[in-house]
């Protein structure tokens, strides 16, 4: 699901077969957050996971 990944309109956002990858800027460089965004009409959301520490984020 990673192999394929084509560049969208948002700066830093990769998206291929489901998934989504935001290139997060930090203090020691940028990191890969793997994950799927999306929303309607006055509701959004997302899930995201750092895989390298296991380290998961949602919100509503």
Excluded at 18 to 26: A, E, K, Q, T
Excluded at 35 to 46: F, N, P, Q, V
Aim: no cysteine.
């Amino acid at each position: 699901m990673l192999e394929d990944l084509y560049l969208t309109f948002d700066n830093g956002l990769s998206y291929g077969f489901g998934l989504m990858v935001y290139d997060v800027p930090g203090e020691t460089g940028s990191k890969p957050w793997v994950g799927h965004s999306g929303g309607a009409l006055g509701a959004r959301a997302i899930l995201v996971s750092l895989r390298q520490s296991r380290a998961l984020l949602w919100g509503l």
